[in-house]
């Protein structure tokens, strides 16, 4: 096999591309930053139990593992970060009050969880820690919202559901963690005859409430049927109650409903949310509220947050234009390397062009030249037909 073969799933990112993610990686972090959200960098891998203590089975299967050979303990390459940063509010900041906190950095995938998905996209979240009120939730979307709006992403659909509705409708039933399972995939997949088959030994009203609940999704009409299918369930009805609340602040975003999602990692417990954008394979940004992470941590804190893959953005938003830049020759002149060592300092992108190498093309938009005019190097603008 050639040495240059990576595995599947995991590709190099070149100059265009890796320009484009990092824009947009920088755009975002700003972006987070004017809601007050602190950037954090947690490490890559630590110690399994950590990474893995109130995650869910789906998360385990996704990390990566290996020994570590200073302590002989299992380490883990982080699938997903909100762990990590959920350790970080319990049990480094350990404050009070709200804490805001923002990340960006790679989380690595032992499968690719969609058809051509890539095993280590570039994660980027923000989270908030510390407020129980739907007033964090709506805040947490509002950043996710602007964070599409600031690259030109206007047209998206909403789709919320609720961690707590299912649970509730099996709080009195005994069920093998096996059959929860099952019963939990064929929710989420719409099959109504394995929700019948799974179900027919539960108590009557339970059975009803499953079956009722697969076809629970479309517009806001949903939560009506929902109201008055569910009423007997008080948690269900103030998921129910939550999610109006959240429809009517977001009265002019495209909305769905899907009281069956069950997609994603085990630890959310309230209100959770997919954005779907033309384009991508799936939803874009998943997030909602996690209140039980941080209590393997010795602090139980209400949170709320949401990630998404830049590398799977940068695939279905607009192009960005390339950099301006001004094309200097190389040289060895004291006032030709002054000239180009101001104009650096004025945050401008200073190409030196190699002797032999004057006709070949890079990434950047050269439309500006660095000229040496009676003894004098001043800038002039390049001529359009030469300039391509």
Same mark, same amino acid.
Request: proline share 5%; aromatic share 6%; charged share 20%.
């Given at each position: 096999?050639? /040495?240059?073969?990576? *595995?599947?799933? #995991?590709?190099?990112?070149?100059? @265009?591309?890796?320009?484009? #993610?990092?824009?947009?990686?920088?755009?975002?972090?700003?972006? /987070?930053? =004017?809601?007050?959200?602190?950037?954090?960098?947690?490490?890559?891998?630590?110690?399994?139990?950590?990474?893995?203590?109130?995650? !869910?089975?789906?998360?385990?299967?996704?990390?990566?593992?290996?020994?570590?050979?200073?302590?002989?303990?299992?380490? =883990?390459?982080?699938?997903?970060?909100?762990?990590?940063?959920?350790?970080?509010?319990?049990?480094?900041?350990? +404050?009070?009050?709200?804490? %805001?906190?923002?990340?960006?950095?790679?989380?690595?995938?032992?499968?690719?969880?969609?058809?051509?998905?890539?095993? &280590?996209?570039?994660?980027?979240?923000?989270?908030?820690? !510390?407020?129980? !009120?739907? &007033?964090?939730?709506?805040?947490?979307?509002?950043?996710?919202?602007?964070?599409? $709006?600031?690259?030109?992403?206007?047209?998206?659909?909403?789709?919320?559901?609720?961690?707590?509705?299912?649970?509730?409708?099996?709080?009195?039933?005994?069920?093998?963690?096996?059959?929860?399972?099952?019963?939990?995939?064929?929710?989420?997949?719409?099959?109504?005859?394995?929700?019948?088959?799974?179900? $027919?030994?539960?108590?009557?009203?339970?059975?009803?409430?499953?079956?009722?609940?697969?076809?629970?999704?479309?517009?806001?009409?949903?939560?009506?049927?929902? &109201? $008055?299918?569910?009423?007997?369930?008080?948690?269900?009805?103030?998921?129910?109650?939550?999610? %109006?609340?959240?429809?009517?602040?977001?009265?002019?975003?495209?909305?769905?409903?899907?009281?069956?999602?069950? +997609?994603?990692?085990?630890?959310? @417990? !309230?209100?959770?949310?997919?954005?779907?954008?033309?384009?991508?394979?799936?939803?874009?940004?998943?997030? =909602?509220?996690?209140?039980?992470?941080?209590?393997?941590?010795?602090?139980?804190?209400?949170?709320?947050?949401?990630?998404?893959?830049?590398?799977?953005?940068?695939?279905?938003?607009?192009? %960005? *234009?390339?950099?301006?830049?001004?094309?200097?020759?190389?040289?060895?002149?004291? =006032?030709?390397?002054?000239?180009?060592?101001?104009?650096? /300092?004025?945050?401008?992108?200073?190409?030196?062009?190699?002797?032999?190498? &004057?006709?070949?093309?890079?990434?950047?938009?050269?439309?500006?030249?660095?000229?040496?005019?009676?003894?004098?190097?001043?800038?002039?603008?390049?001529?359009?037909?030469?300039?391509?």
């Amino acid at each position: 096999m050639s /040495a240059w073969v990576l *595995p599947d799933h #995991i590709a190099d990112v070149l100059p @265009s591309e890796a320009r484009h #993610i990092e824009e947009l990686r920088r755009l975002y972090l700003d972006t /987070a930053r =004017g809601f007050g959200y602190e950037l954090v960098m947690p490490p890559l891998l630590e110690y399994l139990e950590s990474l893995l203590s109130g995650t !869910g089975r789906a998360l385990d299967l996704q990390t990566f593992k290996l020994v570590d050979q200073l302590s002989g303990r299992t380490l =883990g390459l982080r699938a997903d970060t909100t762990p990590q940063v959920a350790r970080i509010d319990a049990h480094l900041l350990n +404050r009070a009050g709200v804490t %805001r906190l923002c990340y960006c950095g790679p989380v690595l995938h032992t499968r690719p969880d969609r058809p051509f998905a890539t095993r &280590e996209p570039l994660q980027f979240g923000a989270e908030i820690y !510390g407020h129980a !009120g739907i &007033e964090a939730d709506l805040e947490v979307l509002h950043l996710a919202l602007d964070s599409l $709006k600031a690259v030109s992403i206007n047209q998206f659909t909403l789709d919320l559901s609720d961690a707590r509705i299912v649970p509730a409708l099996l709080a009195h039933v005994t069920l093998s963690a096996l059959e929860r399972d099952a019963l939990h995939n064929a929710l989420a997949a719409k099959d109504m005859s394995s929700v019948q088959t799974l179900s $027919k030994d539960l108590p009557a009203n339970v059975r009803e409430a499953l079956v009722a609940l697969v076809g629970m999704y479309g517009d806001a009409s949903v939560l009506i049927q929902a &109201e $008055k299918a569910f009423a007997a369930w008080p948690i269900v009805l103030q998921a129910l109650a939550e999610m %109006r609340q959240i429809a009517a602040d977001l009265s002019d975003v495209a909305l769905t409903f899907d009281l069956a999602d069950l +997609r994603g990692y085990a630890y959310y @417990s !309230g209100v959770r949310f997919a954005i779907y954008v033309q384009g991508a394979s799936d939803a874009l940004v998943r997030g =909602g509220r996690y209140d039980e992470v941080g209590a393997v941590f010795g602090r139980k804190r209400p949170a709320v947050g949401f990630s998404l893959d830049l590398k799977e953005l940068v695939s279905v938003v607009p192009q %960005r *234009p390339l950099k301006a830049a001004i094309r200097a020759p190389w040289g060895t002149a004291k =006032g030709l390397r002054e000239a180009i060592a101001r104009l650096r /300092a004025q945050s401008e992108t200073v190409v030196c062009v190699l002797p032999g190498h &004057e006709s070949e093309v890079d990434e950047f938009n050269c439309d500006r030249e660095l000229i040496e005019v009676a003894g004098q190097w001043a800038v002039q603008a390049v001529p359009a037909v030469q300039a391509l």
